[in-house]
């Protein structure tokens, strides 16, 4: 199995947001559990040669995500995922923050917050994403860290594990 479709990544700075849709051929159940399941994120989330480590996880309305992304040098660059508005294989948003190891926000970067939509499609599923920010600056500032570039791998990943 391929990958479907080439992401589609659209910057709205008139809405201070960006618009991600990715096609999978996968179902549904199987890219929802990849965005939900800890041990699964960790195997896509961050773009090679970086890692994802999860250190807690509770996928639920208010619950968080602690998770470090880890680089080569094996550097921890801790974040947090707190979970705002969850429909099981529909959709989930929340807030995403660069923290401390306690899950502290630095302040350092901007927080953005995700929305995310999964759908079923004729030939498998489809996972739209809204990340929004507070300032057309902070838009800018997480996008001169790589974001596209950065993300666009790790949906590289995703597209592996689910060819598993």
Known sequence: ME???KIQFVKDLANKKVNVIR???APVDKVWKAWTDPAVLDQWWAPKPWKAQT???DFRVGGTWMYAMVGPDG???WCRVDY???EPKVRFSGKDAFCDEKGIPSGEFPVSYWDCTFKETSTGSRVEIVVSYATVADLEKI???GFEEGFTMALTNLD???MI
């Open 3 to 5: 990958a479907k479709s």
């Open 23 to 25: 096609d999978f051929n």
């Open 55 to 57: 250190k807690s996880m």
């Open 75 to 77: 550097v921890p660059t």
């Open 84 to 86: 705002e508005a969850i």
């Open 143 to 145: 996008a001169a860290l």
């Open 160 to 162: 592996e594990w689910l």
